[in-house]
């Protein structure tokens, strides 16, 4: 019999610091002083909010202080932008160039810093220590000396095709992204590739990984958006296999309304939400167009009174007023953000960036990468007579679900969990295509189940 003076203890946890920090210098290690034999690959899987910026930021200002230059991949001009931003901001030793168009222009917060160059050829930026550009004008680049170091961003919306055509500009590169967003775009049919290891439709990693697998994926362990309310939910629905916990605790987010509730649902929804982290504020059921005017009219509604109401966002960041540029609507097709849009205008609440701080309202694909203080969710299902798989794809939900730092308030008709029994799977099975887990059915019913706690009927 073991005396429990002397048995062994399990080891305390760390912290989520600790053990971010400790994922963090592992990465950094293999990217920056590669071991002798080591793949001339680094992949890194970061849930929402996971730091993945940050680590990006680390990574350039180390390969730039080993004497390397350094070219870095993104999607999208915004993606860049953002980049550049962040990247002269925490690193003003540092000289960006930022690669565009001949008919675009950089966004002026990327422009603002002494520290950038824009160009519209790599020749004028050859004195740069960083040059930044989106992977469309990295493929018409050319160079006789491919660049030492590459770090691709949001490589899981990058097709492999995306990846081909610039892999001849660098030896070596580290790959960051999210597995649990939306998988890349494309416009052309794509089932005659399907199955094989050069699909062109697969992201840039699935296939990076399918012809190397040496590589180990490292994984961020700690997500510093999601609050202790919503990394267990979002962890368990859409990343069984690679979990990740909150960087704060129970308590440490709180909203504060300064106005009392008016008695409406709505009111109650926000309270909810508040309170919570969630609240789902669901409609009597119907099959609707896709544009549902009464749907359409409670998120506006809803937004409303999140500003009316006064509310005041606690973190580990201070108090903040919630303004309209820290809210954000999210639906799945962009005819529904347009009617969400002209139902906020009716109302009073600030839609144009422009003119100030604005209430953003988009597509789950336009929101992927974007963070905001709260969130009002159109959900996917809601109304629809059946359930295809642009409406169930993993990645759409997963997207709305994980913008916020301190609540979500989904929207929807009632009626959804039964939608989705009486759709089963119908996709055909395809030999050689892994199966993608957890899917659509699976991920739905879990938010659903966790959702069914925080629901407010409007009737």
Request: proline share 8%; net charge negative.
């Amino acid at each position: 019999m073991t005396d429990p003076v002397t048995a062994p203890h399990p080891e305390p946890e760390p912290s989520p610091g600790a053990a971010a920090d400790a994922v963090v210098d592992r990465i950094l290690d293999a990217t920056v002083r590669p071991a002798v034999g080591a793949p001339r690959g680094v992949v890194v899987d970061s849930p929402p909010g996971a730091g993945k910026s940050t680590l990006v930021v680390r990574a350039a200002r180390e390969l730039v202080a080993a004497g390397e230059r350094l070219m870095i991949v993104a999607q999208t001009n915004n993606q860049v932008d953002d980049l550049v931003d962040r990247l002269a901001s925490k690193a003003p030793d540092l000289t960006v160039g930022r690669l565009h168009a001949s008919d675009g222009r950089p966004a002026a917060e990327a422009l603002r810093h002494p520290n950038v160059t824009a160009a519209t050829k790599v020749a004028d930026l050859a004195e740069q220590d960083v040059v930044i550009s989106t992977s469309a004008k990295w493929q018409w680049v050319k160079t006789e000396a491919p660049w030492r170091h590459a770090i691709v961003d949001e490589a899981y919306q990058m097709r492999s095709d995306a990846l081909l055509a610039v892999a001849r500009l660098f030896e070596r590169a580290l790959f960051v992204g999210d597995p649990g967003q939306l998988d890349p775009f494309t416009v052309v049919g794509t089932d005659q590739w399907a199955g094989l290891s050069y699909d062109p439709s697969n992201s840039a990693v699935v296939t990076l990984l399918a012809h190397n697998p040496q590589i180990e994926p490292h994984r961020l362990p700690v997500s510093w958006r999601l609050p202790a309310s919503a990394a267990p939910l979002v962890s368990a629905a859409f990343y069984p296999y690679t979990p990740f916990r909150s960087g704060t605790g129970p308590g440490d987010r709180t909203l504060t309304a300064a106005v009392r509730p008016d008695g409406s649902a709505v009111d109650a929804a926000v309270d909810e939400a508040a309170e919570h982290g969630w609240a789902l504020l669901e409609l009597p059921a119907r099959h609707t167009v896709r544009t549902d005017p009464q749907a359409v009219s409670v998120v506006a509604a809803t937004v409303r009174r999140l500003l009316d109401r006064g509310l005041t966002a606690h973190s580990e960041q201070g108090s903040t007023p919630l303004s309209a540029d820290r809210i954000a609507v999210g639906t799945a097709h962009r005819d529904q953000a347009a009617a969400v849009r002209a139902a906020l205008v009716g109302l009073g609440v600030p839609v144009d960036p422009t003119a100030g701080p604005a209430v953003s309202v988009d597509t789950a694909n336009r929101l992927q990468g974007r963070e905001y203080d709260v969130t009002v969710v159109l959900h996917p299902l809601s109304g629809r007579p059946d359930a295809t798989a642009f409406h169930l794809e993993t990645g759409r939900l997963c997207v709305l679900a994980s913008r916020h730092r301190h609540a979500c308030i989904v929207v929807a008709r009632a009626g959804i969990a039964e939608l989705l029994d009486e759709h089963p799977a119908t996709e055909p099975v395809q030999l050689g295509v892994t199966v993608k887990f957890p899917d659509g059915w699976e991920a739905h019913h879990a938010v659903l189940a966790h959702l069914a706690g925080h629901r407010v009927a409007l009737r």
